[in-house]
């Protein structure tokens, strides 16, 4: 059977960028949909949910990080990476894109053939080799497909970082992940000056599950422990 192509929506109203990724994206076996303003690209959403959104800040209408905030909080969006391919190079956008739930930030002008691997790389993590999907202890149940979680039988809300923080962790109990490690996984970047941003959903985590679970190891990283 072959397999099923996977489904990208660029949302950029240049089409001077769009067109070119578009066939290049095409040539690569990609399903690829446009669209040109944040509102169209949530409409689009309403009929069909993409493996990948490609997607600039300079927007007519909302901008890409408003665009981004909205997705995140679509429950249906939690396994669509969300990719920026901007022409803004500061890093006060950067840091709002990431904060908004962006898997990924490429500043323009970047060629096809570069983009190519890095998306790649994100749809690779987003489907890991093993295909435990769930992690079950008679104290706490971690779904991640429905990305919900149960502490002593009682359902606990999640953001989306939080859960994917809290499921990276515990899909390897007792294994202590790296900084660098949980920003690639989590926030598609190595970028260790963003590094702090972990401890900041760590401490959200451990008020919903308790101080018992993710241990600190310092000069290192975290480790879950059941």
């Known amino acids: 059977m072959a397999q099923l192509k996977q489904k990208i929506l660029l949302v950029d109203n240049d089409s001077d960028a769009t067109t070119p990724l578009r066939r290049y994206l095409e040539d690569e076996h990609f399903l690829v949909s446009t669209a040109k303003s944040g509102e169209a690209a949530i409409e689009y959403l309403s009929n069909a949910i993409p493996d990948v959104i490609i997607l600039e800040i300079v927007l007519p209408g909302l901008d890409g990080v408003e665009v981004c905030r909205h997705l995140r909080a679509m429950p249906l969006m939690n396994n669509t990476i969300i990719i920026f391919l901007t022409d803004r190079g500061e890093d006060y956008s950067e840091i709002a894109a990431f904060e908004a739930g962006a898997d990924d930030y490429i500043v323009k002008p970047r060629r096809p053939r570069v983009l190519l691997p890095r998306l790649k790389a994100l749809l690779k993590r987003k489907s890991p080799a093993d295909n435990n999907r769930s992690v079950t202890k008679p104290s706490l149940s971690i779904d991640r497909d429905r990305m919900i979680a149960y502490k002593n039988g009682q359902m606990i809300?999640?953001?989306?970082?939080?859960?994917k923080l809290l499921y990276l962790?515990?899909?390897e109990a007792g294994k202590v992940f790296t900084r660098k490690e949980i920003l690639n996984n989590?926030?598609?970047?190595?970028?260790t000056s963003n590094e702090r941003i972990i401890d900041v959903y760590v401490r959200r985590i451990r008020k919903k599950i308790g101080p018992d679970h993710i241990i600190t190891i310092i000069g290192h990283g975290y480790k879950f422990v059941f």
């Not at 989590?186 to 970028?191: C, K, R, T």
Request: glycine letters at 6%.
């Open 186 to 191: 989590i926030w598609g970047s190595v970028d």
């Open 169 to 171: 962790l515990s899909s």
């Open 157 to 163: 809300h999640w953001r989306n970082k939080e859960f």
